[in-house]
């Protein structure tokens, strides 16, 4: 059987036979080592060791930013970061949390232990509320959006991004996870139409400002049940916060919270976007119709046909 060709970069070409052989026996080692996440298909060996090649170089960014950059010649200081790096990653420190880099929506943020590592999965969340808050500013410039349980700020800044006229309202339990959003807001130079919170749920934005007046509210809750939360890989459970996996003993302890009390702070047809686990769907899905505080109820389904995301409207006559 012929032997498999040794692993290159594309710019083969312009490294040295030094660089070349590191990059070849860097790539070997993590293919045989890496203990990849499900979630996180785009860390593959190769984008691996070309992301954490710029990284050892000086230069952090993101796997897909890192796809279209090319590679420098490294210099030996580089290489002993680079080797130090690789051995990181393949004890099980995320990626994310190596570069403080993680793209969500084409959007380079900043990422660290402090909060969730974005998820691609939240990316159909986010699109849908997107694709929402557009419509709801063509019919009101002044729309208001509150991003609840924001960890990192994914959601509050791609909403922000995305529509100039939205004033996004965000907030986090955790101080840690808010001090994130708080440098991704600057990051990404959306800091003045983004006010960020501390506290509890919606707890943060029961202001009569705000109370009963909020266009769209969106929040990817913890939605693990506890139980199931020692079985998660280890890269998750020891690196990224308990408290955005942990939704109590069913899993859905937030989730039920939220349903009931968003209807305090939406305005009468105004929205409500959540993220839901694997499974979960129908159940939240007939719990949200139960409630009669939701007219119309929206599901969001992966490619597999799984619901992951419930776009639900506060009914306009409660
Ligand atoms: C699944 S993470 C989502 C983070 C981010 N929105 C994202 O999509 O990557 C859930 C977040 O909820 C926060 N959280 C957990 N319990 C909360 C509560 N009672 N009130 C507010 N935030 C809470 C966690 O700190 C965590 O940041």
């Known amino acids: 059987m012929a032997s498999q060709p040794a692993p290159r970069p594309v710019e083969s070409a312009q490294l040295g036979e030094d660089d070349l052989a590191l990059w070849q026996a860097l790539t070997v080692q993590l293919e045989q080592g890496l203990d990849r996440l499900p979630d996180k298909p785009e860390e593959t060996a190769e984008a691996t060791i070309r992301v954490l090649w710029q990284l050892a170089a000086g230069e ?145 934005f029961d202001t009569d400002e705000l109370r009963g007046r909020v266009d769209l509210l969106t929040c990817n809750p913890p939605y693990i049940s506890t139980g199931r939360m020692a079985a998660m890989p280890d890269e998750i459970v020891g690196h990224e916060p308990a408290l955005a996996f942990d939704g109590g003993p069913l899993g859905i302890r937030i989730l039920q919270r939220l349903i009931s009390e968003a209807p305090r702070l939406l305005r009468p047809g105004g929205w409500l976007a959540f993220e839901v686990g694997l499974g979960q769907g129908p159940s939240v899905e007939r719990r949200l119709l139960g409630s009669g505080d939701y007219g119309d109820v929206e599901p969001v389904a992966d490619a597999a046909g799984q619901t992951r995301a419930l776009l639900a409207r506060r009914r306009q006559d409660p």
């Not at 969500?104 to 660290?112: H, I, K, P, R, T």
């Not at 729309?143 to 006229?165: F, K, M, P, Q, Y």
């Open 60 to 204: 952090p960014m993101s796997v897909q930013r890192a796809a279209s950059w090319p590679l420098p010649a490294s210099s030996v200081e580089a290489r002993e970061r680079l080797g130090r790096l690789v051995r990181e990653r393949l004890a099980g420190v995320p990626l994310a949390h190596l570069t403080q880099r993680q793209t969500f929506m084409d959007v380079e943020m900043l990422a660290g232990p402090e909060a969730l590592i974005p998820r691609r999965e939240t990316e159909l969340l986010g699109g849908a509320a997107v694709a929402l808050l557009r419509r709801l500013a063509e019919a009101n410039a002044d729309v208001i959006v509150v991003d609840a349980c924001t960890g990192s700020g994914n959601l509050a800044a791609v909403l922000a991004l995305s529509e100039s006229r939205a004033k996004v309202y965000a907030s986090d339990l955790s101080s840690e996870a808010v001090t994130l959003a708080r440098r991704n807001m600057a990051h990404l130079g959306v800091e003045k139409r983004v006010t960020l919170r501390v506290g509890d749920l919606l707890e943060p």
